[in-house]
């Protein structure tokens, strides 16, 4: 794993590897964004290339450091994590007592602060005596989804930087490499932003169920009313079924957007892929802006159900709008 395996943030590794190229690498970096963009991985792969015997850029993979890094046994990378809700001062302490060991063979050391926002008062305050001080060669990487909550006089002496949410496309890719299904991963990076949040839909229990019964749903729903609602009564809500209307209305209203998409000619954006040729067929039986209607109702039963409308009552009607529009 190196800079090469990290997905997007374009920004962040230019920062990163221009330090390294420049040898002007700082004593303590803050990696704030959304969890998903890539800043624990990140993290990695530039802990792992100050650790890298070649002195480049990005980690070679190949020396005895990298070799230790890969297979975990890195005793000078230290990784605090929050103690339940908080990160707590015993644990800084403690990072503190570590660093100022002798180093095990490498001469750089680095420690990783994940949910850099969660330390208590006491612990930052104690970081940041550290980081006023910092021991050489060590190097501090915090890790927070929101910089504005970590102590101002930490943000202060830190290098900031920016993780950006990753595109739907490079996040699938992303995803794809990991090995999860490519046709339920393409639904998914449209519901949700980060690589986390999608990776949370995918492993949902009856998710693939779900997406077949979309299918069926967003097909009968057009032209075969009693079939869409006998559907509904049957797969959404028979009890024990374990899916979610809310979701299955998210999807609808993207399988309704992939109809605009083949009108458009953007066949590439389409979601549901593997139905292509059905989509193709119908695309056409309305107009864009009755795709559009379509939509609306889709998001207008969500609203309801929100409003804790009962959930078969709204989706209901919304299958009888559709039939009206």
């Not at 602060?113 to 005596?129: D, F, R, Y």
């Not at 967003?218 to 809310?246: C, D, N, W, Y």
């Amino acid at each position: 794993m190196g800079f090469q395996s990290i997905a997007g943030q374009e920004k962040a590794k230019r920062i990163l590897q221009n330090a390294l190229r420049r040898n002007q690498v700082s004593h303590a970096y803050l990696f704030h964004g959304q969890s998903g963009t890539g800043r624990m991985e990140t993290a990695r792969a530039f802990a792992k290339t100050l650790f890298c015997e070649s002195g480049l850029e990005d980690a070679c993979g190949e020396c005895l450091a990298c070799r230790k890094f890969e297979h975990g046994n890195q005793p000078d990378l230290h990784i605090i994590a929050p103690d339940g809700a908080s990160i707590k001062i015993d644990q800084i302490r403690g990072l503190q007592r570590e660093l100022s060991y002798r180093n095990n063979g490498s001469f750089q050391k680095v420690y990783i602060i994940e949910h850099a926002e969660k330390m208590t008062l006491q612990a930052g305050n104690s970081l940041l005596k550290f980081l006023e001080e910092p021991l050489s060669p060590v190097v501090a990487i915090l890790i927070t989804d929101n910089g504005q909550a970590v102590l101002p006089t930490i943000r202060s002496r830190v290098q900031w930087v920016p993780f950006v949410p990753l595109s739907p496309e490079k996040t699938l890719e992303s995803l794809v490499a990991e090995g999860l299904p490519h046709l339920l991963a393409r639904a998914a990076v449209r519901l949700a932003s980060g690589k986390d949040a999608c990776r949370n839909i995918l492993q949902q229990e009856g998710f693939a169920e779900t997406r077949n019964v979309v299918i069926q749903l967003g097909k009968e729903s057009l032209t075969r009313f009693t079939a869409a609602m006998l559907t509904a009564q049957q797969q959404v809500f028979k009890a024990g079924s374990g899916i979610h209307p809310e979701l299955v209305l998210s999807l609808l209203l993207l399988w309704y957007k992939d109809m605009i998409h083949f009108q458009t000619g953007r066949q590439e954006s389409v979601v549901f892929i593997d139905q292509v040729e059905w989509i193709g067929k119908h695309a056409f039986a309305r107009p864009p802006e009755g795709w559009v209607s379509c939509m609306e109702q889709a998001l207008e039963a969500g609203r309801r159900i929100r409003a804790n409308v009962a959930p078969q009552l709204a989706f209901e009607q919304f299958l009888v709008n559709l039939q009206e529009g």
